[in-house]
């Protein structure tokens, strides 16, 4: 994996003459120069795909992918140890095997992108002659109700993911709460508590709000703060900030001594670990998403409410609100960073559907 990461880093150049090296040096080219591992190990065949099918895009990967790939990997190499199987060894009973132990012991939606790796893995393997025969095409994926929604075979209908506004209000009134540090104690509650508000008034994805610095904040020319964020494929996008997080915004500034004036050069963490810290003006370790998970479990579990609500419920209900107060479904896909509308008109088909009583009282059926 060292060697994966080198590759993403050095020139064109040096990209050209390291492959070079490495393909020659395994034997990795047939006698037209193209791409063979039919004699290779499994470890070339797992890094090769790694290099030309998961890292060689156009799209930077954030470090939440990169992560979610090297499970998947992770998932395949326990499962074939176990079972005292190779590569080679994988052929049409194996794909099945594999089928079904991950759609018995995953939820669909980790089931379905599990299987997608399998199957570009298997894909690659058979473009690069390492498999003889097109054993992808074996593989079947389980069904997932798209969008928001919690799908448990227990359940009549699935559970949507997000909050109602009166919940909502009484867990972020909880995020100070769970501060049980004396020092510093005071900067952890306005951080917690302005954590809990971008969550909910900008439907900010959890990486995109870990990510923020205090130069991603700026002002338009109607004087209106805007958080400027990378979302998904490195997509640029900004945000509108509501007034009363503005305020809490500044007010948490204040508690940690630093200035409330905007500098778009300043790429200091806007969240970061105050714990044991004594002087605020030490370097600043930003906040992991280990840490913010715990702050909203922790909220979550003072609230009372129930302990599936993690921070990505937060936009989901955002997105929500949004098509329920008629915001235009292009703006709000546009203000989530949606990559393709599809995506935002799952929420609005359900917004509709529960607009439906109110369409029926207006119909009068009776004299």
């Known amino acids: 994996m060292n060697e994966i990461i080198h590759l993403q880093k050095i020139t064109n150049e040096q990209y050209l003459h390291d492959l070079q090296n490495k393909l020659a040096s395994h034997n990795l080219l047939d006698e037209n120069r ?43 190499l326990i499962y074939l140890s176990e079972h005292q199987l190779a ?23 980790s089931a379905i ?52 506004q009166k919940d909502a209000e009484q867990l972020i009134a909880c995020f100070p709460k769970i501060v049980k540090a004396r020092k510093n104690q005071e900067p952890l509650e306005k951080r917690n508590l302005l954590i809990a508000y971008l969550l909910y008034t900008t439907g900010i994805r959890a990486s995109e709000l870990l990510s923020l610095n205090w130069g991603s ?5 109607q004087g209106f703060l805007y ?39 300043d790429t200091s963490p806007l969240l970061f ?29 003072l609230a009372g409410k129930q302990s599936s609500v993690s921070p990505h419920w937060f936009r989901h209900t955002f997105v929500t609100m949004l098509l329920e107060n008629d915001v ?23 917004v509709n559907q529960d607009q439906t009583y109110t369409h029926l009282q207006k119909v009068n059926l009776f004299r």
């Not at 070339?44 to 799209?59: R, S």
């Open 113 to 164: 992108r599990k299987l997608e790796f399998f199957r570009r893995l298997l894909e690659f393997g058979y473009e690069t002659q390492f498999y003889k025969a097109h054993l992808s095409t074996w593989i079947s994926k389980p069904s997932s109700k798209k969008g928001h929604y919690i799908i448990k075979e227990t359940q009549m209908r699935p559970q949507v993911r997000e909050l109602n």
């Open 328 to 350: 235009p479904l292009a703006v709000v896909k546009d203000w989530a960073g949606h990559a393709d509308i599809s995506t935002t008109n799952v929420y609005l088909e359900r």
């Open 87 to 109: 590569f080679r060894d994988i052929g049409f009973p194996e794909v099945k095997a594999y089928n079904r132990y991950i759609k018995e012991k995953y939820a669909a939606k």
């Open 227 to 265: 958080a400027d964020v990378i979302g998904k494929g490195q997509k640029h996008r900004s945000i509108p900030i509501r007034e009363e997080t503005v305020a809490i915004l500044m007010d948490y500034r204040r508690s940690i001594e630093e200035p409330t004036e905007i500098d778009p050069e």
């Open 34 to 76: 193209n791409l063979s591992l039919a004699d290779s190990s499994d470890q070339d065949l797992l890094e090769m795909f790694f290099i030309e099918k998961i890292l060689t895009t156009n799209k930077q990967l954030s470090p939440h992918t990169l992560k979610a790939y090297r499970s998947d990997a992770k998932t395949l």
């Open 217 to 221: 904040f700026r002002y338009n020319r």
């Open 273 to 301: 670990s105050i714990y044991n810290k004594k002087e605020l003006h030490t370097e600043k370790k930003r906040l992991t998403y280990a840490s913010l998970y715990k702050i909203v479990k922790e909220a979550v579990h």
